[in-house]
Nanobody, 119 residues
Framework: QVQLQESGPGLVKPSQSISLTCAVS??????????WTWIRQPPGKGLEWMGA???????YYSPSLKSRASISRDTSKNQFTLQLQSVIPEDAAVYYC???????????WGQGTQVTVSS
């Protein structure tokens, strides 16, 4: 059973950067055909796909983030990390990591971590 667990600071000030990590167990992030994604949900809004990293380390990003987002991975720890620069109040959301696969879609999700943006 694949499990994902997000971690990171719950509170960040505007203009600062935030780093969120997703620790994966029960499956390797280097397994072919999977995309390890970051998705967020601002309060009262729908889910927003932010970006992903595939099994070989290639990254994909939402154009709406305008290069503020960066996804990296540590294969030795089987985890991947989202860094978001120049945080604005609109970045306040619950952030989820999830695994996407060709045959099961978003089959596995973390429980989500709340990020609040406030000075």
């Amino acid at each position: 059973q694949v499990q994902l667990q997000e971690s990171g600071p719950g509170l960040v000030k505007p203009s600062q950067s935030i780093s969120l990590t997703c620790a994966v167990s029960g499956g390797s992030i280097t397994t072919n055909s999977y995309y390890w994604t970051w998705i967020r949900q601002p309060p009262g809004k729908g889910l927003e796909w932010m970006g992903a990293i595939d099994h070989s380390g290639v990254t994909y990003y939402s154009p709406s983030l305008k290069s503020r987002a960066s996804i990296s991975r540590d294969t030795s720890k089987n985890q991947f990390t989202l860094q978001l620069q120049s945080v604005i109040p609109e970045d306040a959301a619950v952030y989820y990591c999830a695994r996407w696969g060709w045959w099961d879609g978003y089959g596995y999700w973390g429980q989500g971590t709340q990020v609040t943006v406030s000075s």
